[in-house]
C-alpha cells in the first residue's frame, strides 16, 4: 500500500495513505461474502494512483444501498467462523462502521460501493479536496 515513513527522533512510524483497518475489513468481507458457485472471477484488490478497488463474485444479499444499517448476511458460515477464529473478523456486523471510521480518521471521502449481476466492488478513493470531490462524496 503506498505509505509514508517519518522518524520521530529514534521511532520510525509509517503513514499509510489508506486505513489498515479499512483494507482488512473490506478484504475480509469481500472473502466471507464471495459466491462461490461463480466461475472466473476471484477476490481481488487492485491498488492505483488515486483509489484502491476491492473486487468479489457475486450479487450483494442486501441491499446495495442499505450497507451501513443493514442485518448482516453471511454467504459462506464456515469462511466466517474460520476468520473469526483467526481474528479476522468479529462476526458482528460492525466492519463496516469500522471501515467509515477509519476512512474519516484519515479524511477520506466515504467508500463507494458498485453492485451489479455479478460482483461487488468497493472502492476508496485517495485524498482530494473539498472543490475535487462530487456532490455524493460530499453527502
Same mark, same amino acid.
Given at each position: 500500500m503506498p505509505s509514508q515513513e517519518t522518524f520521530e527522533g529514534t521511532e520510525r !512510524? =509509517?503513514?499509510y495513505e489508506y486505513p489498515p483497518i479499512a483494507i482488512r475489513e473490506l478484504f475480509a468481507n469481500a472473502i466471507i461474502h464471495q459466491d462461490? =458457485?461463480?466461475t472466473g472471477m476471484n477476490v &481481488?484488490? $487492485? *491498488?492505483? %494512483? #488515486? !483509489? *484502491?478497488m476491492i473486487n468479489n463474485p457475486g450479487k450483494m444479499l442486501i441491499d446495495c #444501498? !442499505?450497507?451501513?444499517n443493514a442485518t448482516p448476511v453471511s454467504r459462506n458460515e464456515k469462511i466466517a467462523r474460520t476468520m473469526r477464529r483467526i481474528?479476522?473478523?468479529e462476526e458482528l456486523g460492525s466492519g463496516w462502521d !469500522? *471501515?467509515?471510521e477509519s476512512c474519516e480518521e484519515y479524511r477520506l471521502p466515504s467508500p463507494m460501493v458498485r453492485? #451489479? $449481476? %455479478? &460482483?461487488? =466492488?468497493? *472502492?476508496? &478513493?485517495?485524498?482530494?479536496s473539498l472543490n475535487e470531490m462530487s456532490t455524493d462524496d460530499k453527502i
Open positions: !512510524r =509509517t503513514r462461490l =458457485t461463480q &481481488s484488490i $487492485e *491498488v492505483f %494512483n #488515486d !483509489r *484502491v #444501498d !442499505r450497507v451501513v481474528g479476522l473478523c !469500522r *471501515v467509515v453492485c #451489479d $449481476e %455479478n &460482483s461487488t =466492488t468497493v *472502492v476508496l &478513493s485517495g485524498k482530494r
